[in-house]
């Protein structure tokens, strides 16, 4: 079931960095983002909120094993801790950042518990 698990939670990472990558406006209003007057933004989703997702996922597939499914989750922990910083230090918390967290935290808390 681990092995499942891993997978699936791996395959989660491919598919949202697929949309990021090769969806950045989609993603960027999803986000409440907007790009400016270069493209800047649009390669920083496409990179940061995509093909790193992508490698990440696809990496720990490939390595298949405790470990790089594990940084899979400190990689999902890292983007949970960022959100509730935002939260608290935005002083916004809206449906979308706290639903958003709760994934990110689910995903980081699985994969670590079944990994380390």
């Known amino acids: 079931m681990t092995d499942i698990i891993n997978i699936l939670l791996a395959l989660a990472s491919v598919g949202l960095g697929a949309v990021g990558w090769l969806m950045p406006r989609y993603t960027m209003d ?20 995509g093909a790193l997702f992508i490698g990440l996922g696809l990496g720990a597939i490939i390595l298949n094993t405790p470990l790089a499914f594990a940084m899979v989750g400190f990689a999902w922990g890292g983007a949970a801790i ?21 994934i990110e935290a689910a995903v980081a808390s699985t994969l670590l518990a079944i990994n380390l």
């Open 30 to 49: 999803l986000l409440d983002m907007a790009p400016t007057n270069s493209t800047m933004g649009l390669s920083e989703i496409r990179a940061a909120s």
């Open 82 to 102: 960022g959100r509730l910083t935002s939260i608290v230090a935005d002083g916004d918390a809206s449906r979308m950042k706290i639903t958003f967290f709760a």
